[in-house]
């Protein structure tokens, strides 16, 4: 069973730093694409950034220069790390995962995880 765990999540004052965890498990995928969403209070679900299992990254306009999608040593571990934090990024973070197999036969997998917390205050 694939499964995503997030963490890191809490609450840092304006101007601060966090970093979100995304370990994926139970997988056999050959490579993938993983994308840190958020949904704030009263607003849509937003992507902020991706990154592939090549290491290709992508970021929103909104978090450029301020946010690092990174792979761990494990490449199972997915980084979102979040620097000069603003209080209109507090939202649920969430990863999601597009996961190819080794056959090409084989339909993709689609997974979520169940969310972190990230509250800035001003």
């Known amino acids: 069973q694939v499964q995503l765990v997030e963490s890191g999540g809490g609450s840092v004052e304006a101007g601060g730093s966090l970093k979100l965890s995304c370990t994926m498990s139970g997988h056999t995928w050959s490579s993938y694409c993983v994308v840190w969403f958020r949904q704030g209070p009263g607003k849509e679900r937003e992507g902020v950034a991706a990154?592939?299992?090549?290491?290709?990254?992508d970021y929103a306009e909104s978090v450029k220069g301020r946010f690092t999608v990174s792979q761990g040593d494990d490449m199972n571990i997915l980084y979102l790390e979040m620097n000069n934090l603003k209080p209109e990024d507090t939202a649920m973070y969430y990863c999601?995962?597009?996961?190819?197999?080794?056959?090409?036969?084989?339909?993709?997998?689609?997974?979520w995880g169940q969310g972190t917390q990230v509250t800035v205050s001003s």
């Open positions: 990154i592939d299992s090549d290491a290709s990254v």
């Open positions: 999601a995962a597009e996961g190819y197999p080794v056959s090409t036969m084989i339909p993709p997998t689609h997974r």
